[in-house]
C-alpha cells in the first residue's frame, strides 16, 4: 500500500512546485535532506555496531546469563506458556534486552528468531499464542534504558543536550508496557 502511497505524494508535490514556480526549491530540498539521510545513518549505523558488539561480548561472557537470572521472574510471568522452554525464554530474554539498551534494529531479528520458536510450538498454526501476542505487545512498547537510537537522531541533527529525553521516553514506554501488558492479560483471560 505505500508503494502506491508515496509515489502519489510524489507526484503531487512535484505538481504543487510546477504550478506554484518552486521546483528549485524542491530540488534543493531533495538534495539537502538526501544528505541529511546519509549523514543520520552513517551516525545510526555506528551506534548500533557499537551495541551490537557489545551485544555479543557480553553474550560470550555470564553478563548475559546473570541479566537472564534477573529477567527470569519477569519473562516467567509473562510468557506463562514457554516458561519451560528454555530455548525460547533465553531468546525472549535476548530480545527484551536489545530493546532495553535501545536496539530497536538488533531486537527486530531477536524477536523474529523467538516468534519463530514459538510458533514452532504452536498446536493452531493459524492463531497467535498467548505468548507470541504479549512479545509483540513488549516489543511494541519498547520499554527502553538507553534510547540509543533516539540519543542518535538528535546527535546528528546537532541537539545541544541529545540525553535530555531519557526520563521522557522511561516514562512513555514503561507506561506503555503496563498498560499493554494489562489489556493483553485481560484479553487472554476473557479468551478474546
Known amino acids: 500500500m505505500l508503494n ?16 506554484n514556480g518552486n521546483v528549485e526549491k524542491i530540488n534543493n530540498a531533495v538534495f539537502e535532506y538526501t544528505e541529511m539521510a546519509v ?9 548500533m555496531c557499537l551495541w551490537n558488539g557489545l551485544v555479543e561480548i557480553a553474550s560470550n561472557t555470564k553478563l548475559i546469563s546473570i541479566i537472564n537470572k534477573i529477567l527470569n521472574p519477569i519473562v516467567n510471568f509473562l510468557f506463562t506458556n514457554s516458561k519451560n522452554n528454555k530455548k525460547i525464554h533465553k531468546e525472549i530474554s535476548m530480545n527484551l534486552i536489545a530493546n532495553l539498551l535501545g ?3 538488533a531486537a527486530t531479528p531477536l524477536g523474529l528468531k523467538a516468534m519463530k520458536s514459538m510458533q514452532e510450538q504452536n498446536e493452531n498454526k493459524e492463531r497467535l499464542t498467548d505468548d507470541m501476542a504479549t512479545l509483540i505487545i513488549l516489543n511494541t512498547a519498547s520499554i527502553q534504558i538507553i534510547p540509543t537510537t533516539v540519543i542518535g537522531i538528535r ?38
Open 4 to 19: 502506491v502511497i508515496w509515489p502519489i505524494f510524489i507526484i503531487i508535490s512535484y505538481m504543487y512546485a510546477i504550478i
Open 155 to 192: 546527535m546528528s541533527l546537532g541537539s545541544l543536550q541529545p540525553t535530555k529525553i531519557i526520563f521522557a521516553v522511561w516514562f512513555s514506554t514503561i507506561c506503555a508496557a503496563i498498560v499493554g501488558i494489562v489489556v493483553t492479560k485481560m484479553c487472554i483471560k476473557l479468551k478474546l
Open 103 to 105: 536496539l530497536g534494529n
Open 39 to 47: 549523514n543520520l545513518t552513517i551516525t545510526l549505523l555506528g551506534t
